[in-house]
C-alpha cells in the first residue's frame, strides 16, 4: 500500500499532492536459499490541475525488479501509466481509469544451475557439461494494463476506496527455447479499503486485496490502528499506525508505518505459517517502503481529498 502504481493505474495523479515518490525493497526466503529480492521506485505527477475543473489527470513511472533463486532469475518492467478521474459532483468523490504500457524483460544465468545430467555418482557437478542449450538467456517485450477506482473521502483523515486491474493483458511470451512458448499469465487485482476516524485522533485503516494469476490465487485481509497525533497542516502532521494483514493460508503480517509532514516509512515482515514452517521456521520476508508526497511549486497548490496511500 505504499506502491499504488504497483496495485493499479488508475491511481496515478490520485493523491492530495502534486507529486507522489514511492521506493519499496522486499527481500525473503533467505532461511531457505538464496534470498528473493524485489524493488521498486516510482514517481507519479498531477498535470492539467486547476484547468479541467475538479477532475484530475496524472502521469506515472514505475520501474520494478525481482531476482529469484540459485539462476539469477531477474525480471524487470519500466511501465509509464496514464489515468483520469472524474469527480463525481461530490467533493472527494472520485471514479479513475487507467493504462500502463511499457517493456517487460526476463533473464538467466545458466551457468548457475545444476541439471541431473551433472550427477557424477556421488553430487551434482558444476564442472560437467549439462547438455542444456538456451536459444536465448534475455528476453524483451511489450507489457500492457489497465485499471478502475473509485473513491471517496469526505475529509483529509477519512476515507473509503475499491478498484481493479488487469497486468499482462498482451500475455507476453517469455520463454528462452524456440518453439515452446511461455507466455506470462494475466493477472487480476482486486482491492479495497478506507480510514475511519473512530474518536479523536483514533482511526481505523481496514485493507483487503485479492491477487488471481492463472491457477494462482492471493488473499490478504487486515487493519491499522492508526494514531493521529495533530491536525497541523500536511509539512507538520504526524501519525504512527500499528497493525496486520493475513495472507490467507501462508503468513501472519505484522506492520508498522510513520508519516511525518511530506515523509512515509513502512516496515512489515512476514511470519511465515505454511506448511512450509518446517524448512522457512517462520521466517518469511522483510519488506520496506517510503513514500515522498511534495507539492510542485505551480500556482494552485490547493490539496486534493482523496485517499492516502
Given at each position: 500500500?505504499?506502491?499504488?502504481?504497483?496495485?493499479?493505474?488508475?491511481?496515478?495523479?490520485?493523491?492530495?499532492?502534486?507529486?507522489?515518490?514511492?521506493?519499496?525493497?522486499?527481500?525473503?526466503?533467505?532461511?531457505?536459499?538464496?534470498?528473493?529480492?524485489?524493488?521498486?521506485?516510482?514517481?507519479?505527477?498531477?498535470?492539467?490541475?486547476?484547468k479541467i475543473g475538479d477532475n484530475l489527470m496524472g502521469?506515472?513511472?514505475?520501474?520494478?525488479?525481482?531476482?529469484?533463486?540459485?539462476?539469477?532469475?531477474?525480471?524487470?518492467?519500466?511501465?509509464?501509466?496514464?489515468?483520469?478521474?472524474?469527480?463525481?459532483?461530490?467533493?472527494?468523490?472520485?471514479?479513475?481509469?487507467?493504462?500502463?504500457?511499457?517493456?517487460?524483460?526476463?533473464?538467466?544465468?545458466?551457468?548457475?544451475?545444476?541439471?541431473?545430467?551433472?550427477?557424477?555418482?556421488?553430487?551434482?557437478?558444476?564442472?560437467?557439461?549439462?547438455?542444456?542449450?538456451?536459444?536465448?538467456?534475455?528476453?524483451?517485450?511489450?507489457?500492457?494494463?489497465?485499471?478502475?477506482?473509485?473513491?471517496?473521502?469526505?475529509?483529509?483523515?477519512?476515507?473509503?476506496?475499491?478498484?481493479?486491474?488487469?497486468?499482462?493483458?498482451?500475455?507476453?511470451?517469455?520463454?528462452?527455447?524456440?518453439?515452446?512458448?511461455?507466455?506470462?499469465?494475466?493477472?487480476?487485482?482486486?482491492?479495497?479499503?478506507?480510514?475511519?476516524?473512530?474518536?479523536?485522533?483514533?482511526?481505523?485503516?481496514?485493507?483487503?486485496?485479492?491477487?488471481?494469476?492463472?491457477?494462482?490465487t492471493e488473499v490478504n485481509l487486515g487493519s491499522y490502528?492508526?494514531?493521529?497525533?495533530?491536525?497541523?497542516?500536511?509539512?507538520?502532521?504526524?501519525?504512527?499506525?500499528?497493525?496486520?494483514?493475513?495472507?490467507?493460508?501462508?503468513?501472519?503480517?505484522?506492520?508498522?508505518?510513520?508519516?511525518?509532514?511530506?515523509?512515509?516509512?513502512?516496515?512489515?515482515?512476514?511470519?511465515?505459517?505454511?506448511?512450509?514452517?518446517?524448512?522457512?521456521?517462520?521466517?518469511?520476508?522483510?519488506?520496506?517502503?517510503?513514500?515522498?508526497?511534495?507539492?510542485?511549486?505551480?500556482?494552485?497548490?490547493?490539496?486534493?481529498?482523496?485517499?492516502?496511500?
Open positions: 500500500y505504499i506502491a499504488p502504481l504497483t496495485l493499479n493505474p488508475a491511481l496515478a495523479g490520485l493523491k492530495s499532492t502534486d507529486v507522489r515518490v514511492t521506493a519499496n525493497y522486499r527481500r525473503q526466503w533467505a532461511s531457505i536459499s538464496k534470498p528473493f529480492q524485489t524493488m521498486s521506485v516510482a514517481v507519479d505527477y498531477n498535470i492539467l490541475k486547476g502521469v506515472g513511472l514505475v520501474i520494478f525488479n525481482d531476482r529469484a533463486g540459485s539462476g539469477n532469475l531477474n525480471r524487470t518492467r519500466l511501465m509509464t501509466s496514464l489515468a483520469y478521474s472524474q469527480n463525481l459532483g461530490i467533493d472527494g468523490a472520485y471514479i479513475s481509469v487507467g493504462f500502463e504500457g511499457g517493456f517487460h524483460n526476463q533473464r538467466i544465468d545458466p551457468s548457475q544451475l545444476l541439471f541431473e545430467s551433472q550427477y557424477d555418482g556421488e553430487s551434482l557437478n558444476g564442472s560437467l557439461a549439462s547438455g542444456e542449450e538456451f536459444a536465448r538467456t534475455s528476453v524483451w517485450n511489450y507489457d500492457l494494463g489497465a485499471g478502475i477506482a473509485w473513491s471517496y473521502s469526505p475529509g483529509h483523515y477519512s476515507s473509503v476506496y475499491a478498484g481493479g486491474s488487469i497486468s499482462h493483458m498482451n500475455r507476453p511470451d517469455l520463454s528462452f527455447f524456440d518453439g515452446e512458448p511461455d507466455q506470462l499469465e494475466m493477472k487480476y487485482t482486486l482491492f479495497g479499503g478506507g480510514e475511519f476516524r473512530v474518536s479523536g485522533y483514533v482511526s481505523v485503516v481496514p485493507r483487503a486485496i485479492i491477487l488471481k494469476q492463472g491457477s494462482h490502528v492508526k494514531l493521529n497525533f495533530n491536525e497541523a497542516p500536511k509539512e507538520q502532521y504526524l501519525s504512527i499506525m500499528l497493525g496486520a494483514m493475513y495472507r490467507l493460508r501462508d503468513a501472519v503480517i505484522p506492520m508498522v508505518r510513520i508519516d511525518y509532514g511530506p515523509v512515509g516509512v513502512g516496515i512489515s515482515y512476514d511470519v511465515n505459517a505454511s506448511s512450509l514452517v518446517k524448512a522457512s521456521q517462520a521466517r518469511g520476508g522483510m519488506e520496506i517502503a517510503v513514500v515522498f508526497k511534495g507539492v510542485s511549486g505551480g500556482p494552485d497548490n490547493k490539496p486534493v481529498v482523496c485517499p492516502e496511500f
